[in-house]
């Protein structure tokens, strides 16, 4: 009794895995969003200025 193999669905399973770890590690790569205060950044960027001004006088 001869081994038949199944090459086209073998090709098809492992670019389907490869796909979804592909998937995977571009989930991961991307970077984690971490909670900002807003009131802060508005606070730095109106005073970034007056500060930058003074110091050039």
């Not at 193999?5 to 991961?28: G, P």
């Not at 790569?29 to 009131?39: A, F, Q």
């Amino acid at each position: 009794m001869a081994v038949t193999r199944l090459k086209r669905k073998d090709r098809k399973n492992k670019a389907r895995q490869n796909n979804k770890v592909r998937v995977i590690k571009q989930l991961l790569s991307t970077p984690v969003i971490k909670n900002v205060d807003v009131e802060e950044l508005k606070a730095r960027f109106t005073s970034a200025p007056a500060t930058a001004a003074a110091s050039a006088e």
